[in-house]
């Protein structure tokens, strides 16, 4: 570990003092000429040098040293026009560029990316996909879905039938960090996890981090999801929207001061229950609702060349009301995420840029039922404040350094319980948590060779869970503000590409991640009724080590992407229910849980075709993932919840003409694995279950098929201010019923004392047609 810090720092030092004193630094931000957006990943190279360039960083923001002459700078970004820029340099410049759309609309971009970005990028495991693309795939209920989109990547697993929950590598649900503008998302699926909460309208771009996870992220051990809100376009007004089977949505966005500052807002409701309600008027279930809704928010100002703010929020809620007027029982049922983050851009000397945000974050869920005289209310949440800096120094063209901080305060509610039956009242004992994390890091992304380059760092992480503790069982008690528990763990992060030729690379990978706080669940996918826990002195923190390595090779001028990946997970201190538990109110909840260890690998195969009339992709992962707990299944390995032996995904995209747009995917995958019940006995006549080994039996292999077409405007009508388009798809063609899961149905024979068994297979969804249109007013 030690030799590993003194040769990054080592190298960083020695070629800082190598630095020529007569280099002059050119940088500024790349911006689209339409709307004022930045462009993250646009490419800058220099002409009369093949090999020097750089990319532009989240902000659209870039930075290159040059000696004293004269040179062109190519600007290239896939979807927009290159841009050629003749300059001399003799001193440090200042230069912003605008890019405009390409001419050609008959190719669809599947990727915001230069087109060897793939063999370019230090780091593997790394995808990423604007809205374009997810715009062009089959949907469920006219809902695009980001979610949904990366479950067709290798490496990526679906939680189940219409789940927009995922598995990354053999990973849980919760060891995902996912993020919108910085801030962490704790539930990311409306409709109990069918539809995701991200809309689509206010979405700027999405990257998936499997492997060789970078410094800079912490607190979970599987995979990233950074999304990015859009900023507001800040030319001029624009409206969009969409009416879709069971939502609408529409997003506005205009400048605030022309150029310089600009206003975004967003909103998604649904009406499937409403449009009900005359069924439900006079029967049993009449004033029963379910509706979501989403309202996402963003304005910046630019002070200067130097100085930019940006302030954004989301707020979303499901809302269930539930009435049975036979039986006087009603609930209802909200929950949601709220995020809320403020940012400050400023540059120093050219070269480096920084980026501190504070951001705030909150999810609950609340559960108030009654029926006659008795009363009962269930509640969970997690509440954050983060305070966060990152800079970037741009130190050359072959070296970029990143360093930062966070520190977070948390605030847990698990399991808050409180209920009344007549003048009866009883209160769960469990009171909220609170819990200090932070983490320090630092990075370089630097080229060995002309044909190595390396991304090598280290990340110092830590936790704290402070008072009140109760300690219990004769241990100490905890007052507030007291740390109860200190938890810190250094975790190296190295990636290394190594450029066989112009259209080949050999990457590698190693990660160690740590987490400190757990998700709890009986199910594969994260539902509103799960709850978060933090790492205590009985809960230690969860840690995971990766190590992968792929062959990453493009043909016919970059048209066509072929990677291939192999990964190995070792994972301890994995979290999960005692065999004896048993759901109670008294019951201190960390006590019900145990610690054990997993392990995952697996083999990914990527065929991507990005150019063309038709594109598409083939995803193939073959992997495991298993479990051992002391106290579970006798102590014996087990399949994880999410060990899926095959997924296939195959999507392909054809521009038939400049008007419509056809659109395909079908999945496959092996059956999910459950625990069989391999027999009975009676215990007071009623039957009782006996179990066989934990998820020892498979269900039968997913398949699906879904069809998409896109009837887009006139290309006369792409220039007016006003244009729309009709989105039409079939989910599930064949009317596959896959199976969701499996329950017993018991039968007693009275005279022979006998007992039958029968499984019954539970299946979601049919074939769906759904239809929508969206529109756009610039």
Known sequence: MRKFIFLTLFHTVILSGLIGQNTFTISGYVTEAETGESILGANITIAEQPGVGTITNTYGFYSIRLPEGDFELVFSYIGMEDKRVSINISENKSLNIEMSQGILFDEIVITAEEEDRNLSRTTMGVLELNMEQISTLPVILGEQD?????????GVLSSGEGFSGFHVRGGGADQNLVLLDEAIVYNSG?????????????IRNTTLIKGGMPPQYGGRISSVLDIQMKDGNNRHFQAEGGIGLISSRLTLQGPIVKEQSSWLVSGRRTYLFDLAQPALEGGNFEGTNYYFYDFNAKVNHRFSDRDRIFFSAYFGRDIFDFVTANRGFRFTMPYGNATATLRWNRTFGGNMFMNTSLIYN???????????????????????????SDLDYFMDANNHIKVGYSISHHKLSPNQASGASGETVFDSPQSPEYA???????????KLSSSVQVLAGLRYS???HIGPYPGGDGEEDYDRGDPSVWYDQFEPRISLNWRLSTNSAIKAGYARTAQYLHLVSNSTSTLPTDIWVPSSL???PQTGNQYSIGYFRNFLDNTYEVSVEAYYRDLSNQLDYRETFTPSLSARLENEFVSGSGEAYGLELFINKKKGDLTGWIAYTLSWA??????????????????RRHDLAIVATYSLNERIDLGASFVFGSGQNYTPIEGLYLVNGFPAEIYGERNSARLPAYHRLDLSLVLNPRPSAKERRFSSYWSFSVYNVYSRKNPLFIFPSFE??????TIKSEAFQVSLFPIIPSISWNFKFK
């Open 146 to 154: 980001i979610l949904k989109t990366i479950q067709l990547l290798p």
């Open 190 to 202: 409306h409709l109990f996890g069918f539809i995701s909460v991200f809309n689509s309208d206010a």
């Open 362 to 388: 909150d999810y609950n869920f609340d559960f108030k039922g009654n029926q006659e005289d008795f009363q009962f209310r269930l509640s969970s949440g997690i509440r954050d404040w983060n305070l966060k």
């Open 436 to 446: 200090i994390q932070g983490g320090l890091y630092f990075q370089n992304d630097f």
């Open 462 to 464: 830590f936790f704290s």
């Open 538 to 540: 009985r809960v230690p």
């Open 626 to 643: 298993d479990r051992r707990f002391e106290e579970i299944n006798n102590g014996k390995t087990f399949a994880a919840p999410y060990d």
């Open 748 to 753: 007693e024979n009275s005279s022979t004392g």
